[in-house]
């Protein structure tokens, strides 16, 4: 089993920054990669961010490209969402997911809020 904690939402005005945290627990030898997705309050949860577990090859969704970036800290098993330029369509649930087979996304944190302000 994996576990993911999530940490570093909050409320920040439009233009603003957040860096969210992901850390994993428990067995993350031979884990993929991790991704990031959101979810808004009547939306589908979308695809936000992925990075292979060794730190390499970011993905970002088009919308995010050029202000959110996506990061590991190997020592700490954690992996970073710096985003920036925060914009109200940015406000939703963030939730980080991992798993062992390709791009699955068979463990998930509890997620993290994040409110852009107009």
């Known amino acids: 089993q994996v576990q993911l904690v999530e940490s570093g939402g909050g409320l920040v005005q439009a233009g603003g920054s957040l860096r969210l945290s992901c850390a994993a627990s428990?067995?993350?030898?031979?884990?993929?990669?991790m991704g990031w997705f959101r979810q808004a309050p009547g939306k589908e949860r979308e695809f936000v961010a992925r990075?292979?577990?060794?730190?390499?090859?970011?993905y970002y969704a088009d919308f995010v490209k050029g202000r959110f970036t996506i990061s590991r800290d190997n020592a700490e098993n954690t992996v970073y969402l710096q985003m920036t330029n925060l914009k109200p369509e940015d406000t939703a649930v963030y939730y980080c997911?991992?798993?062992?087979?390709?791009?699955?996304?068979?463990?998930w944190g509890q997620g993290t809020q994040v409110t852009v302000s107009s």
């Open positions: 997911a991992t798993g062992r087979l390709g791009w699955e996304y068979r463990y």
């Open positions: 428990g067995r993350t030898f031979s884990l993929y990669g």
């Open positions: 990075i292979h577990w060794s730190g390499g090859s970011p």
